[in-house]
Protein backbone atom coordinates (compact mmCIF):
# COMPACT_ATOMS: atom_id res chain seq x y z
CA UNK A 1 0.00 0.00 0.00
CA UNK A 2 0.89 3.55 -0.70
CA UNK A 3 2.13 5.57 2.01
CA UNK A 4 1.62 9.81 2.14
CA UNK A 5 4.18 11.41 4.13
CA UNK A 6 2.38 15.09 3.88
CA UNK A 7 5.54 18.15 4.11
CA UNK A 8 5.04 20.48 6.49
CA UNK A 9 7.49 22.84 5.21
CA UNK A 10 4.13 23.60 3.15
CA UNK A 11 2.23 24.23 6.10
CA UNK A 12 1.02 27.62 8.29
CA UNK A 13 3.85 27.79 10.98
CA UNK A 14 1.51 30.28 12.31
CA UNK A 15 -1.45 27.77 12.52
CA UNK A 16 0.92 24.63 13.10
CA UNK A 17 -1.10 22.48 15.29
CA UNK A 18 -4.28 22.99 13.58
CA UNK A 19 -2.20 22.03 10.41
CA UNK A 20 -0.50 19.03 12.04
CA UNK A 21 -4.24 17.79 13.05
CA UNK A 22 -5.53 17.82 9.16
CA UNK A 23 -3.09 15.44 8.04
CA UNK A 24 -3.97 12.61 10.68
CA UNK A 25 -5.56 10.37 8.36
CA UNK A 26 -1.68 10.45 6.95
CA UNK A 27 1.15 7.97 7.53
CA UNK A 28 4.11 10.18 8.30
CA UNK A 29 4.78 13.52 8.63
CA UNK A 30 8.32 14.99 7.24
CA UNK A 31 9.88 17.63 8.55
CA UNK A 32 12.54 19.44 6.71
CA UNK A 33 15.58 20.23 8.02
CA UNK A 34 18.43 22.49 6.32
CA UNK A 35 20.72 24.17 7.46
CA UNK A 36 21.94 26.86 4.77
CA UNK A 37 24.77 24.72 4.13
CA UNK A 38 24.04 21.69 2.18
CA UNK A 39 20.86 23.76 1.10
CA UNK A 40 20.67 27.30 0.08
CA UNK A 41 17.92 27.34 2.79
CA UNK A 42 17.34 27.25 6.65
CA UNK A 43 14.06 25.58 7.87
CA UNK A 44 13.30 24.40 11.30
CA UNK A 45 15.40 22.84 14.19
CA UNK A 46 15.39 20.43 16.97
CA UNK A 47 12.81 22.22 19.65
CA UNK A 48 10.24 22.48 16.67
CA UNK A 49 10.51 18.60 16.14
CA UNK A 50 9.77 18.14 19.64
CA UNK A 51 6.87 20.96 19.77
CA UNK A 52 5.78 18.45 16.93
CA UNK A 53 6.43 15.37 18.74
CA UNK A 54 3.86 16.13 21.31
CA UNK A 55 1.09 16.85 19.53
CA UNK A 56 0.77 13.42 17.11
CA UNK A 57 1.45 9.68 17.03
CA UNK A 58 2.25 10.49 13.94
CA UNK A 59 5.78 8.82 12.50
CA UNK A 60 8.22 11.98 12.40
CA UNK A 61 9.74 11.45 9.14
CA UNK A 62 12.93 13.88 9.98
CA UNK A 63 15.26 14.83 6.44
CA UNK A 64 18.11 16.10 7.86
CA UNK A 65 19.25 18.20 4.60
CA UNK A 66 22.46 19.13 7.00
CA UNK A 67 25.52 19.37 6.63
CA UNK A 68 28.04 16.87 8.53
CA UNK A 69 24.63 15.15 10.09
CA UNK A 70 26.67 12.25 12.51
CA UNK A 71 26.95 15.71 14.94
CA UNK A 72 22.89 16.19 15.21
CA UNK A 73 21.51 12.02 15.23
CA UNK A 74 21.46 12.03 18.82
CA UNK A 75 19.59 15.15 19.07
CA UNK A 76 16.85 14.38 17.18
CA UNK A 77 16.34 11.26 17.93
CA UNK A 78 15.70 12.59 21.43
CA UNK A 79 13.39 14.99 19.96
CA UNK A 80 11.12 12.46 18.85
CA UNK A 81 12.04 11.60 15.29
CA UNK A 82 10.98 8.30 14.29
CA UNK A 83 12.57 8.01 10.64
CA UNK A 84 15.91 10.04 10.29
CA UNK A 85 16.62 10.85 6.90
CA UNK A 86 20.79 11.70 5.99
CA UNK A 87 22.32 12.65 2.68
CA UNK A 88 24.91 10.54 0.90
CA UNK A 89 26.22 14.21 -0.50
CA UNK A 90 26.35 15.49 2.71
CA UNK A 91 29.92 14.29 4.37
CA UNK A 92 33.26 11.70 3.84
CA UNK A 93 31.79 7.74 3.03
CA UNK A 94 33.21 7.03 6.65
CA UNK A 95 31.34 9.69 8.39
CA UNK A 96 28.04 8.57 6.67
CA UNK A 97 28.47 5.33 8.22
CA UNK A 98 29.13 6.63 11.50
CA UNK A 99 26.01 8.34 11.05
CA UNK A 100 24.18 5.44 10.30
CA UNK A 101 25.03 3.29 12.79
CA UNK A 102 24.58 6.76 15.17
CA UNK A 103 20.98 6.45 13.89
CA UNK A 104 20.79 2.65 14.48
CA UNK A 105 21.47 3.10 17.64
CA UNK A 106 19.15 5.49 18.72
CA UNK A 107 16.64 2.82 17.72
CA UNK A 108 15.24 5.16 14.99
CA UNK A 109 14.70 3.83 11.36
CA UNK A 110 18.09 4.74 9.17
CA UNK A 111 16.84 6.06 5.72
CA UNK A 112 19.61 7.89 3.22
CA UNK A 113 18.31 9.82 0.68
CA UNK A 114 19.91 11.09 -3.16
CA UNK A 115 20.06 14.26 -4.90
CA UNK A 116 18.73 14.58 -8.42
CA UNK A 117 22.52 14.55 -10.02
CA UNK A 118 23.61 11.24 -7.42
CA UNK A 119 23.40 8.21 -9.19
CA UNK A 120 21.72 5.31 -7.71
CA UNK A 121 24.64 3.44 -7.43
CA UNK A 122 26.01 5.54 -4.61
CA UNK A 123 23.32 4.27 -2.29
CA UNK A 124 25.16 0.40 -2.76
CA UNK A 125 27.61 0.73 0.53
CA UNK A 126 24.79 0.95 2.73
CA UNK A 127 21.56 -0.55 0.90
CA UNK A 128 21.47 -3.64 2.90
CA UNK A 129 21.30 -1.52 6.15
CA UNK A 130 18.77 0.94 5.52
CA UNK A 131 14.92 1.22 6.33
CA UNK A 132 14.51 3.57 3.61
CA UNK A 133 15.80 5.22 0.61
CA UNK A 134 14.66 8.61 -0.40
CA UNK A 135 15.33 9.34 -3.77
CA UNK A 136 14.59 13.46 -4.73
CA UNK A 137 13.01 14.71 -7.32
CA UNK A 138 13.98 17.84 -7.22
CA UNK A 139 16.52 19.82 -5.73
CA UNK A 140 16.49 19.49 -2.28
CA UNK A 141 16.10 23.36 -0.18
CA UNK A 142 12.95 24.84 -1.52
CA UNK A 143 9.21 23.72 -1.61
CA UNK A 144 7.19 23.87 -4.50
CA UNK A 145 9.39 22.75 -7.26
CA UNK A 146 8.05 20.70 -10.40
CA UNK A 147 9.03 17.20 -10.42
CA UNK A 148 11.97 16.06 -12.47
CA UNK A 149 10.87 13.64 -14.63
CA UNK A 150 14.33 12.29 -15.34
CA UNK A 151 14.24 10.88 -12.26
CA UNK A 152 11.83 8.13 -12.49
CA UNK A 153 14.86 5.27 -14.37
CA UNK A 154 16.79 6.24 -11.17
CA UNK A 155 13.30 5.14 -8.98
CA UNK A 156 13.54 1.80 -10.87
CA UNK A 157 16.88 0.81 -10.49
CA UNK A 158 16.65 2.06 -7.01
CA UNK A 159 13.31 -0.36 -6.55
CA UNK A 160 15.66 -3.26 -8.13
CA UNK A 161 18.18 -2.62 -5.60
CA UNK A 162 15.88 -2.90 -2.92
CA UNK A 163 14.04 -6.02 -3.96
CA UNK A 164 17.64 -7.63 -4.52
CA UNK A 165 19.60 -6.46 -1.52
CA UNK A 166 16.81 -5.70 0.93
CA UNK A 167 13.45 -6.32 0.05
CA UNK A 168 11.72 -4.72 3.73
CA UNK A 169 13.64 -1.56 2.93
CA UNK A 170 10.78 1.48 1.93
CA UNK A 171 11.32 3.92 -1.29
CA UNK A 172 10.48 6.97 -0.26
CA UNK A 173 10.24 9.80 -3.52
CA UNK A 174 10.03 13.51 -2.65
CA UNK A 175 9.49 16.79 -4.69
CA UNK A 176 6.95 17.64 -7.17
CA UNK A 177 4.46 15.14 -5.86
CA UNK A 178 0.88 15.54 -7.00
CA UNK A 179 -1.82 12.60 -8.00
CA UNK A 180 -0.20 12.94 -11.56
CA UNK A 181 3.57 12.42 -10.27
CA UNK A 182 2.71 10.15 -7.61
CA UNK A 183 1.20 7.27 -10.02
CA UNK A 184 4.34 7.83 -12.10
CA UNK A 185 6.79 7.44 -9.04
CA UNK A 186 4.68 4.37 -7.51
CA UNK A 187 4.25 2.76 -11.15
CA UNK A 188 8.10 3.25 -11.03
CA UNK A 189 8.53 1.64 -7.56
CA UNK A 190 8.41 4.38 -5.01
CA UNK A 191 5.96 3.42 -1.61
CA UNK A 192 6.11 6.64 -0.08
CA UNK A 193 5.20 9.84 -1.44
CA UNK A 194 5.81 13.01 0.28
CA UNK A 195 3.90 15.87 -0.69
CA UNK A 196 3.96 19.76 0.62
CA UNK A 197 2.05 22.00 -1.81
CA UNK A 198 -0.10 18.95 -3.19
CA UNK A 199 -1.39 18.92 0.48
CA UNK A 200 -1.61 21.87 1.82
CA UNK A 201 -2.57 23.60 -1.30
CA UNK A 202 -5.87 21.66 -1.09
CA UNK A 203 -9.33 22.89 0.07
CA UNK A 204 -9.78 19.62 1.74
CA UNK A 205 -6.67 18.01 2.91
CA UNK A 206 -7.71 14.73 4.48
CA UNK A 207 -9.95 14.75 0.56
CA UNK A 208 -6.52 15.24 -0.77
CA UNK A 209 -4.51 12.72 1.21
CA UNK A 210 -7.14 9.95 0.47
CA UNK A 211 -6.65 11.13 -3.61
CA UNK A 212 -2.52 10.70 -3.29
CA UNK A 213 -3.73 7.30 -2.05
CA UNK A 214 -5.98 6.32 -4.66
CA UNK A 215 -4.05 7.74 -7.64
CA UNK A 216 -1.05 5.36 -7.03
CA UNK A 217 -1.37 1.70 -8.30
Not at 24 to 33: C, N, Q, R
Not at 36 to 63: A, E, Y
Not at 98 to 116: E, Q, Y
Request: net charge negative; aromatic share 4%.
Amino acid sequence: MIKIAPSILSADFAHLGRDIEQIKSADYIHVDVMDGFFVPNISIGIPVVQSIRKITDLPLDVHLMIDRPVRYIEAFAKAGADILTIHVEADKPEEISRALAAIKNAGVSASLSIKPKTSAEALLPWIELLDMVLVMTVEPGFGGQAFMMDQLPKIRMVRKMIDSKNPLCELEVDGGIDCSTGKLAAEDGANVLVAGSAVYGADDIPKRIAELRACAP
